[in-house]
């Protein structure tokens, strides 16, 4: 799936990772590598518009791909006109232009259709001759559907009714319907793209295929000639995240294209983004050999933990725990990590501070290899978790107004735990290579409010350990990937193998980079794009960079509702010389 830079229509890709989409599909397995890609036996269709044939796209017979910028257009405004008004004009199809951009991924609201039609089809018409006069496409993207809302998981506005009601379901389809009639002939309207992130409310993700297929049928009674763009599984139960299961499904239609999401490792891509709970302006650089990733199955090792001294029990102040030195004893062990944690009967509340991890080599060399403060910029990596046997007697909150160093720290707060109960606190960051034969000691701060070992006392625990894990013994490939190249590489295996199995077309049009991860030294933001670039360019059929307009994630870094301004230069330039191999001067003119 090679392009070629020069042709109008043509694509380089681009993507950030997702350890989500290492999942298989709904229509069998994807894991196990494939021989032979299958090929379509027909010749490639002569068409303006952009057509599925096999696993690539095609326009006017010559292969295609999506170079694609998002517009949010404000899809959260409870009306279109806010979004037609304030988040772009006609001079920024212009700038997508010059950026070498073909298409826009274009979002809209579906109660912006139902409250005033004509309104809505009057705005479309309108971006699709200002996309008509660049020679781009646009991608029609519902994003918020009738009935549903899910995009901000902490919102008020949280909706799945969508999902149960067979009446909203219905006005949905008589929306794309209304769409693909007044369209069907419309070659600058690249694809429909039929739901944004579908998060379901059952346990196994089959509304999502249920659904997708119903609008699918529902376009087709009006438009056969248009793209249909199905997005992969984001979420069941109400909740983002799929927990192994499959994602990915075929829709019974031969023109369509299979659409996944990436913002992996997030902590570091998209740390600033305004989506994330965490706006850290630095989390790490690119590349980075010694920050591992979990990518497959892995083992703990109880026998090789590492623990500190336990918090004295009653009240204290804050003091430094350590552990000893300790040369681990597994044969296998390829990766560590640093928590805090409890186990046993304790009552009270323990705080953690200010966490570090050092390594001693054969020779008595040492050195720090984890520095964490747990402030401000860092503790919302942390994520707290406990046995089912902890219940409702244990609390787990991140402090902002107390700490050893500063004033953030973590707290376990326990009524009387059970003798099995096992919690604590982990950071999704902090893994690191164990090297065999060398030696680890953890230390950190704790402070205790009435702790009491009530059980157990040689047992009880409460502070700092260093886990331990090696590969599954089932396990034929490497369960941690350093955050570098062969990473990139890796993510994208189980969204080309679906594409090669099934022989369908696959892409990535929601994905970015934080702005924070640009011109700051040691982020390596730009190297990191310019690997995506290279490594996914044979694979997808295209990406969508999100996005063209925000605050932390934008090309152009302004509100998105506010006049475009604070162009992100270091991002520009370095999807100029991808995409065009033109300097910053070519917006020299309109900036």
């Avoid at 920024?92 to 609201?109: C, K, M, Q, S």
């Avoid at 809505?120 to 660049?134: C, G, V």
């Avoid at 438009?223 to 983002?240: A, F, K, M, Q």
């Amino acid at each position: 799936m090679a392009f070629s830079s020069t042709e109008v229509f043509s694509a380089a890709r681009i993507t950030v990772l997702a350890s989500s989409l290492l999942l298989g599909c709904v229509t069998g397995p994807s894991q196990a590598p494939v021989e032979n890609k299958p090929q379509p036996s027909a010749p490639a269709p002569t068409s303006a518009f952009v057509t599925a044939h096999g696993s690539n796209l095609f326009v006017d017979g010559r292969e295609f791909g999506f170079r694609a910028v998002n517009f949010s257009n404000g899809y959260r405004e409870p009306s279109h006109e806010l979004a037609a008004g304030r988040h772009h004009t006609d001079v920024d199809f212009e700038r997508v232009h010059r950026l070498g951009f073909n298409t826009i991924r274009f979002a809209f609201n579906g109660h912006w259709f139902e409250r005033d039609r004509f309104g809505f089809f009057a705005w479309l018409d309108e971006n699709i001759e200002s996309a008509r006069a660049r020679n781009l496409r646009l991608i029609l993207s519902l994003h918020v559907p009738i009935g549903g809302f899910w995009l901000d998981p902490l919102s008020e506005d949280l909706d799945f009714s969508l999902w149960d009601d067979a009446a909203l379901q219905a006005r949905n389809a008589a929306m794309w319907q209304a769409i693909a009639e007044r369209y069907r002939d419309e070659p600058v309207v690249a694809a429909y793209a039929l739901l944004n992130e579908p998060v379901t409310t059952d346990e196994d993700g089959s509304q999502w295929q249920a659904f997708a297929t119903s609008l699918t049928t529902a376009i087709r009674e009006f438009d056969p000639n248009h793209l249909i763009i199905v997005e992969r599984l984001n979420g069941v139960s109400g909740r983002y995240g799929t927990r192994g299961l499959p994602t990915r499904f075929l829709i019974g239609d031969d023109n369509v294209l299979y659409d996944s999401h990436i913002h992996d490792p997030t902590h570091h891509a998209q740390t600033g983004a305004n989506w994330q709970t965490s706006h850290a302006s630095n989390t790490g650089s690119y590349p980075d050999e010694n920050a591992l990733i979990p990518t497959g199955v892995h083992m703990l090792d109880t026998e090789a933990r590492i623990s500190s001294e336990r918090v004295e029990p009653g009240t204290t102040e804050w003091r430094r725990y350590s552990s000893p030195w300790v040369e681990p004893e597994g044969k296998k062990l390829v990766a560590a990590a640093p928590q805090a944690a409890i186990n046993g009967a304790i009552s009270g509340v323990v705080f953690f501070d200010d966490i570090h991890v050092f390594e001693r080599d054969s020779a008595g060399v040492e050195r720090e290899i984890i520095s964490d403060p747990i402030n401000a910029t860092t503790i919302a990596a942390w994520h707290d978790w406990q046995s089912k046997t902890a219940g409702s007697i244990l609390t787990a909150d991140r402090i902002s107004e107390s700490g050893a160093n500063d004033s953030a720290s973590l707290s376990l707060l326990m009524r009387g735990t059970g003798l099995n109960t096992i919690a604590g606190w982990s950071n999704r960051d902090n893994w690191f290579r164990v090297t065999p034969g060398n030696a680890y000691r953890i230390e950190g701060a704790m402070r205790g409010d009435n702790v009491r070992y009530i059980s157990g006392a040689s047992v009880a625990q409460a502070g700092f350990e260093l886990n331990f894990y090696a590969p599954h013994e089932t396990s034929e490939v490497p369960v941690f990937h350093a955050r570098n190249r062969e990473y990139i590489t890796h993510t994208l295996e189980s969204m080309t193998q679906f594409a090669h199995l099934h022989a369908v077309p696959v892409s990535v049009l929601e994905t970015g980079i934080a702005g924070s991860a640009f011109g700051t030294a040691g982020r390596g933001g730009e190297l990191w794009l310019t690997d995506l670039l290279s490594e996914i360019e044979d694979n997808t059929s295209g990406y969508g960079l999100w996005s063209y307009r925000g605050e932390h994630a934008g090309i152009y870094a302004s509100d998105p509702m506010s006049p475009v301004s604070n162009p992100n230069h270091a991002l520009i330039d370095t999807l100029l010389q991808s995409q065009t191999g033109r300097s910053l001067s070519a917006l020299a003119s309109i900036d």
